[in-house]
């Protein structure tokens, strides 16, 4: 499974951006995929991740309200639309994939999935 994310960029405090992440390789669309973010020097985050068939989708709190994980099945594409931005929301940003589908979406969120794409940033200025 290869995941390429696109969309990053800077964004101005309060804006919006979505990102995408472009799916090939032996991928369902009842397989696990999620949203994970970095910082330099800061542990990784799972932002949203949809697990368990897509019957468990997970947000973090510091994102709930203001980001939306969606997919594309036919396109193979999972999106993060992410509206308020906020300077803290700025990172590195992860999709990722996991060919398990059992577990619920907070579970893969903590754990992290077995495939990862590149990262893309995101820069949000006041």
């Known amino acids: 499974v290869q995941l390429q994310a696109s969309g990053g960029g800077f964004q101005q405090s309060g804006g919006s951006l979505t990102l995408s992440c472009a799916i090939s390789?032996?991928?369902?669309?009842?397989?696990?995929i999620g949203w994970f973010r970095q910082v330099p020097g800061k542990e990784r985050e799972g932002v949203s991740c949809?697990?368990?068939?897509?019957?468990?989708?997970y947000y973090a709190d510091s994102v709930k309200g203001r980001f939306t994980i969606s997919r594309d099945n036919a396109k193979n594409t999972v999106y993060l639309q992410m509206n308020s931005l906020k300077l803290e929301d700025t990172a590195v940003y992860y999709c990722?994939?996991?060919?398990?589908?059992?577990?619920?979406?907070?579970?893969?969120?903590?754990?992290?999935?077995?495939?990862w794409g590149q990262g893309t940033q995101v820069t949000v200025s006041s």
């Open positions: 390789g032996f991928y369902r669309d009842y397989h696990a």
């Open positions: 990722a994939a996991d060919q398990r589908a059992r577990y619920s979406g907070s579970y893969y969120c903590a754990n992290g999935m077995f495939f």
């Open positions: 949809i697990g368990m068939s897509g019957r468990s989708t």
